[in-house]
């Protein structure tokens, strides 16, 4: 019987790890891939404060489980199958194990969403990126798309023009779903531009990218944008399938918690990507992990006095 059981492999579980550790709590980190999660996609992490130079996205996670380690914290690879969430003990199952605990920490992240295109996995970390914030300071002074047409895309769009040459969103539509606050903002900058119903057919493109080539689903007409950056901003989608049904989710399926981490179940929190939440950081995953834990720790006192 563990203290906590953290599922998932990012920089909210690694955190937890360290926590939990120095919490003097018993943990275990159950994870499917590479430590970091998303972040070992990142080709360069030039946010994280600490590191004034980037750090490789795989460097980081590496030292976050190192770090999660030399505080106690026990990792094992496993696939969760299913969660048994609402008693006093808490099971994990995965598909030979069964295992307990009084707390769990749910930080198993979100996906982005991906056009599916051959062209999209292609150029990923060479021109393609699914995030703005972490990507759009290497396109200084160039052309650059970001395709769709929600708050994540045209937020993307106005950060971007920021110090970007030109930003081209390409939408689907000719209406966008962006909160009127921000569509209004966008209209008025001088360095974004509009293509409207229109789909990426593919990116273009030798060693790095170097265009999109878009068409018109009302007249069939293609146009080919030239660009150095392409920023897909479709949406995303949490991994909260096995959970959904015992914690309560928001419309788009991310955990709701309030402000300690804690879900609706008493001893379940969750951290990281897979919360509702504005800002999907490594920084704001790392924060999510230590406060589930100081809640646990805190929902642990109250068990201990009943
Ligand atoms: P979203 O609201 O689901 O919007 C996704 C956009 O991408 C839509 O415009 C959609 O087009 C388009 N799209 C989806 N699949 C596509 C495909 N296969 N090909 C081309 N276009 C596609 O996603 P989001 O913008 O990431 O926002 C997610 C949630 O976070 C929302 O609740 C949003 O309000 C919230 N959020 C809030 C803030 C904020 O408040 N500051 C910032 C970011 C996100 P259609 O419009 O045609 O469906």
Redesign the pocket.
């Known amino acids: 019987m563990y203290d906590v059981i953290i599922v998932g492999a990012g920089p909210a579980v690694l955190t937890a790890g360290i926590y939990a550790g120095r919490a003097g709590m018993s943990a275990l980190i159950l994870e499917r891939v590479f430590p970091g999660g998303q972040i070992a996609r990142a080709h360069i992490v030039e946010n994280y404060p600490g590191f004034p130079d980037g750090v490789e996205g795989v460097e980081l996670g590496i030292r976050f489980k190192e770090h999660a380690e030399r505080h106690g914290a026990v990792i094992e690879s496993a696939e969760v199958t299913g969660y048994s969430l609402d008693g006093e003990i808490k099971k994990v199952f995965t598909s030979d194990k069964t295992y307990e605990a009084k707390t769990v920490i749910l930080a198993m992240g979100a996906a982005y969403?991906t056009?599916?295109l051959y062209s999209e996995k292609r150029f990923l970390g060479t021109g393609v990126s699914y995030c703005a914030t972490c990507d759009g300071p290497f396109f200084r002074g160039k052309d650059v798309v970001v395709?769709?047409?929600?708050?994540?895309?045209i937020?993307d769009a106005l950060y971007l023009a920021n110090f970007v040459n030109r930003v081209y969103v390409v939408?689907?539509?000719d209406e966008?779903?962006?909160?009127m606050a921000?569509q209004k903002a966008a209209r008025q900058n001088e360095r974004i531009e509009f293509v409207w119903n229109s789909?990426v057919d593919t990116i273009t493109g030798d060693t790095m990218v170097t265009g999109v080539r878009v068409r018109n689903n009302k007249t069939q007409e293609m146009r080919l944008i030239p660009c150095s950056g392409v920023f897909i901003?479709?949406?995303?989608v949490p991994h909260t399938e096995e959970v959904k049904s015992q914690v309560k989710t928001d419309a788009?399926g991310y955990i709701v918690t309030d402000s300690g981490m804690r879900t609706n179940l008493p001893g379940v929190f969750a951290a990281g990507d897979i919360v509702a939440k504005?800002l999907r950081q490594v920084v704001t995953a790392a924060a999510d992990g230590a406060i589930a834990i100081y809640s646990a720790q805190e929902y642990l006192r109250t068990l201990e006095k009943e």
């Open positions: 969403k056009l599916g395709v769709g047409g929600g708050d994540t895309a937020e939408h689907r539509r966008l779903r962006a909160q921000l789909e901003a479709i949406g995303t788009f504005p």
